[in-house]
């Protein structure tokens, strides 16, 4: 298996130099808001092991909202983020991304603060790397390369199937599948389908991933009797602080929401970025780290086969704490309509998005912590669209397909190697088809 990895490059643009930055990243797109896979800056489509990356500026946009905590506005300089998900270790990735994009890396790290182009480029990425503090993967092992090769044989199959039906007709499923997987080998034979074997996992990979299964259930199993203490005095503070949030039900305008829009529905699937205020003191500080730790967990080692709870249309997403740990940042992509994915997550799993962004400075008031937020549709969803930030690039390895097309293709594939039990597994695989 070929783990996936992510990369977020950030560095504080320069004074004066944002509106020559956006007019450059705007010439990397082919279509609004798809980027252009062979353009002349950092061509995406070279990179075999990239599913998704994009440039975006994050602004401080609801910065004064901290106002609301008796608190002063921290300032915050605009900053060119560059992130992305990629198959394959990390410093492997850039080393290839400098070798082939260097001179429009350059030109695009030059608009940032404390960057000359006689930096190494790989050595200046590594530094302004952020590590995610929690991040999810929709497939684990998925690779490009994979998701490319099963479309294909998809695509191979199902302009196929309606000859042989013609042919055979649909009373013999064995005969079905007899000929769809003798084509299937004629087409691979003359070299116009592949189905690559799996790449063995790195060993250094297992043995960190274990370590970390094993070994954060296993502290916390240790913390527990210090927990069972502290969970009264921790229950109490939580529900003072749920009862003092000031609450701030503020409508986005119609600007910034037309503006973000524009960018959306272009593609099956969409980008999303929301940046904002994590709410005053330690425990709340404490409590957010606690929560993007388990986060990162149950991402990593429960959800990780198509579904983040109940949700089935997220490809990729992270959560990053930024600006001395000040200020968070959340990233995802995903299918069909903002509305619906915003719906999605409010009927499906509002305890979920509760917990993963209660502690920020402007979401609706928890009780408990799993209760009420999310369910103020209303005020959540204005509370979303006003921290929402635009992407000013966004690749997508592979348009126009969906995270449950890719689980469909991958049940395809497996009815191709293995042979089913039965004549109804044979017509569910069919079904598919």
């Not at 930055?21 to 062979?38: I, Y």
């Not at 043995?207 to 094993?214: E, N, P, T, V, Y």
């Not at 305890?351 to 103020?376: D, M």
Request: glycine share 6%; hydrophobic share 45%; with cysteine.
């Amino acid at each position: 298996m070929t783990p996936q990895s992510t990369f977020m490059i950030v560095a504080p643009v320069r004074d004066g130099e944002l509106e020559a930055l956006r007019s450059l990243l705007a010439g990397m797109n082919k279509t609004v808001g798809l980027a252009d896979p062979a353009n002349g800056l950092v061509p995406f489509g070279e990179f075999d092991g990239l599913h998704m990356a994009r440039f975006l500026i994050i602004e401080a946009l609801t910065g004064d909202d901290v106002k609301a905590f008796g608190r002063a506005p921290q300032p915050w300089q605009p900053t060119l983020a560059f992130l992305g998900d990629f198959d394959g270790d990390r410093v492997t990735f850039l080393t290839e991304l400098a070798r082939k994009a260097e001179d429009g890396l350059k030109q695009i790290f030059a608009h940032c603060e404390g960057f000359t182009k006689a930096f190494d480029l790989v050595s200046w990425m590594m530094t302004h790397n952020i590590e995610p503090a929690a991040n999810y993967v929709n497939w684990r092992g998925r690779t490009v390369r994979q998701v490319h090769e099963e479309a294909a044989l998809h695509r191979c199959l199902s302009e196929y199937l309606p000859q042989i039906v013609a042919e055979t007709g649909r009373g013999n499923p064995r005969a079905l599948r007899q000929k769809l997987l003798s084509h299937v080998e004629m087409q691979k034979h003359l070299g116009l389908l592949k189905l690559s074997p799996e790449e063995p996992t790195p060993l250094a990979w297992l043995i960190r991933d274990g370590l970390h299964k094993i070994g954060v259930p296993l502290i916390l199993l240790l913390l527990s009797p210090v927990f069972l203490i502290l969970a009264p005095f921790f229950a109490l503070r939580l529900r003072m602080l749920e009862r003092s949030d000031p609450e701030l039900f503020i409508r986005p305008s119609r600007e910034h929401i037309e503006a973000l829009a524009y960018l959306e529905d272009r593609d099956v699937s969409n980008q999303f970025n929301v940046f904002g205020d994590v709410k005053p003191g330690l425990f709340r500080l404490f409590l957010f780290k606690l929560i993007m730790l388990l986060t990162d967990y149950v991402a990593r080692h429960i959800y990780n086969h198509g579904f983040l709870t109940r949700i089935r249309t997220i490809h990729f997403a992270r959560w990053v704490f930024m600006d001395n740990n000040r200020r968070a940042f959340f990233a995802s992509n995903y299918d069909s309509s903002h509305e619906s994915y915003m719906d999605d997550f409010i009927n499906k799993a509002g305890w979920g998005l509760n917990l993963a962004f209660g502690n920020a400075i402007g979401y609706p008031t928890t009780r408990w912590f799993v209760k009420q937020g999310a369910e103020r549709e209303q005020q959540f969803k204005y509370t979303q669209r006003r921290h929402q930030l635009p992407s000013d690039v966004w690749y997508k390895a592979y348009p126009d397909l969906t995270a449950i097309d890719l689980a469909r293709n991958s049940r395809i594939r497996k009815g191709v190697e293995i042979r089913q039990a039965n004549e109804q597994a044979i017509r569910d695989w069919l079904a598919e088809i």
